[in-house]
């Protein structure tokens, strides 16, 4: 069956970085886009950045551009968010999403990330 499963999350101090990654096993997202969502505690699960089929297009929601950065390796069928100049407020689960046929998206399981001030 399809999985994404991501890794790299932690605890950092505010300013530090992470860079998430997520592995994609099943089926080939090379012709698809991905994408990370997060989900803060109390909160409704957001949109965090996007990629296209061949890493030409990026989207980034308001509150991460400049700082997060999405990039794909298509020969590995993973995605990747390198983050910097982490805030607290961007503590949350994050999510690696892959587009499927007909408008459908798989999920991933969700990795940590802690950001402490």
């Known amino acids: 069956q399809v999985q994404l499963v991501e890794s790299g999350g932690g605890s950092v101090q505010a300013g530090g970085s992470l860079r998430l990654s997520c592995a994609a096993s099943?089926?080939?997202?090379?012709?698809?886009?991905m994408g990370w969502f997060r989900q803060a505690p109390g909160k409704e699960r957001e949109f965090v950045a996007r990629?296209?089929?061949?890493?030409?297009?990026?989207y980034y929601a308001d509150s991460v551009k400049g700082r997060f950065t999405i990039s794909r390796d298509n020969a590995k069928n993973t995605v990747y968010l390198q983050m910097n100049s982490l805030k607290p407020e961007d503590t949350a689960v994050y999510y690696c999403?892959?587009?499927?046929?007909?408008?459908?998206?798989?999920w991933g399981q969700g990795t940590q990330v802690t950001v402490s001030s």
């Open positions: 999403t892959g587009d499927g046929d007909r408008g459908g998206r798989y």
């Open positions: 099943g089926r080939t997202f090379s012709g698809y886009a």
């Open positions: 990629v296209s089929w061949n890493g030409g297009s990026t």
